[in-house]
């Protein structure tokens, strides 16, 4: 099993770019977490889809970020226009499922570093 | 303040000694979990730990929790130079009534284990 893979590894851009991240949860997982890491605000959720649909996107900033998930082995969060404060390392997630009591365990990608100039 | 905080924020200790981390939280909550995350790295999962259980092993790890003081520590035991990781603890509860896998994280501990 590759993980989950998530590309790319690192983006620089300038303020106003618009930026695509990209993931593919691991085959057979069919919830997907987006979450945001800074030294300041550490791990946030950013939004989660269950079987390809969003569930809950309380923690996307601003109308700056969308995500999809078009199938269920890909997804993608968008940021346009970026603006500095962007700047972070994004991690996507999957796991097996709700199961019912919400207990399953996350597979973490290796994260994209984004940096905005 | 964020459901799942950890303490200390850092901890530096030497090979062969015991590291303990501790993880308090505010909600009730569906079960526990313990994640390891390397420089430059994605998390991992460590363990597991539902409301209903008060211990759990594995391996050189060891997992409490006490729903009543809502707070759970983690115990890494021997420790290693390739312990040395962040650690963050990460609560899943039932919000609204709707049970889903939304992991709310800590802060993180740093543990560095000299060798």
């Known amino acids: 099993d590759a993980g989950v893979i998530q590309s790319p590894r690192h983006e620089v851009t300038e303020m106003g770019q618009e930026v695509t991240l990209r993931c593919k949860p691991i085959?057979?997982?069919?919830?997907l977490f987006w979450y945001r890491q800074t030294m300041m605000r550490g791990l946030e959720l950013l939004i989660y889809f269950n079987n390809n649909v969003p569930i809950d996107d309380s923690g996307m900033p601003e109308d700056r970020f969308s995500a999809k998930m078009p199938n269920a082995s890909f997804s993608t969060l968008k940021i346009q226009p970026s603006e500095p404060r962007d700047s972070a390392v994004y991690f996507c997630a999957s796991s097996r499922g709700m199961g019912g009591q919400g207990d399953e365990k996350l597979f973490f990608g290796s994260g994209t570093q984004l940096s905005v100039l | 303040s964020q459901q799942g905080e950890e303490d200390p924020q850092a901890l530096s200790i030497q090979e062969g000694e015991n590291a303990t981390m501790n993880c308090s939280y505010k909600?009730?909550?569906?079960?526990l979990q313990w994640y390891r995350q390397n420089s430059g790295r994605g998390l991992v999962h460590l363990i597991l730990i539902r409301s209903n259980e008060r211990e759990k092993h594995s391996g050189r790890l060891r997992v409490t929790l006490d729903t009543s003081k809502k707070s759970s520590s983690l115990l890494i035991t021997a420790s290693r130079a390739a312990d040395t990781a962040s650690y963050f603890c990460a609560t899943s509860s039932n919000a609204g009534g709707t049970s889903y896998g939304k992991l709310t994280f800590g802060q993180g501990t740093i543990l560095t284990v000299h060798p």
């Open positions: 085959s057979g997982h069919n919830s």
């Open positions: 909600t009730s909550i569906n079960n």
